[in-house]
């Protein structure tokens, strides 16, 4: 039988990386490089789908933000990263999109084995980073900015969010007022 080869497009830059086997895809899971936004193909960038529509990836959680927007789906090596890097705490809500349950991630059985306390070498899966970075100093702020950049795009789509229900409302008391559509 022979390997899978995937491709990959990063939605946040629409930068492509391939081809790529299934340990290296789990890999960059397991390290949060795979969003719920990115596309990956396996028949030769025929066709495309969203990260969490495929299976192996086990992006089957919803992450409840304190401000009540929901991020992912996405997995657990992810939701381990937010909390290593504090972004999220034991006390976020979340959903498993398998079963629906809602629970605090305190009570998962996987906080007690998150590294949730310091964030190194040994709490990440080595081997596995993005192909033609540089090791060294440059890494570090290339990473940094990453995160940076993550968290802008999340706000963004957060104040899309609302900008989307704002028009709605507005529309729906248009409508209500006149009796027609606005357009």
């Known amino acids: 039988m022979s390997e899978t080869i995937w491709h990959l497009i990063k939605a946040a830059n629409n930068e492509e990386h391939g081809p790529i086997n299934t340990d290296t895809l789990l890999a960059w899971a397991s390290e949060a490089k795979i969003s719920p936004m990115d596309k ?7 066709t495309w789908q969203r990260a969490p529509m495929i299976r192996e990836l086990q992006m089957d959680w ?49 906080f007690q084995f998150s590294p949730h306390q310091v964030r190194s070498a040994s709490t990440t899966l080595v081997g596995a980073q993005w192909p033609d970075l540089e090791r060294g100093s440059g890494d570090a702020l290339l990473q940094q900015r990453v995160h940076v950049l993550e968290k802008q795009i999340m706000e963004y789509q957060r104040a899309i969010d609302e900008w989307e229900r704002t028009y709605s409302s507005l529309r729906q008391q248009f409508i209500e007022a006149t009796g027609r559509d606005p357009l």
């Not at 990956?40 to 025929?46: A, F, I, M, P």
């Open 62 to 110: 919803l992450i409840q933000m304190p401000d009540q927007y929901l991020y992912g789906p996405t997995n657990i090596a992810t939701i381990q990263e937010f909390l290593a890097t504090g972004e999220i705490d034991e006390t976020v809500v979340l959903i498993n999109c398998v079963s629906g349950a809602e629970t605090r991630l305190s009570d998962e059985t996987f």
């Open 40 to 46: 990956l193909s396996n028949d030769n960038r025929q």
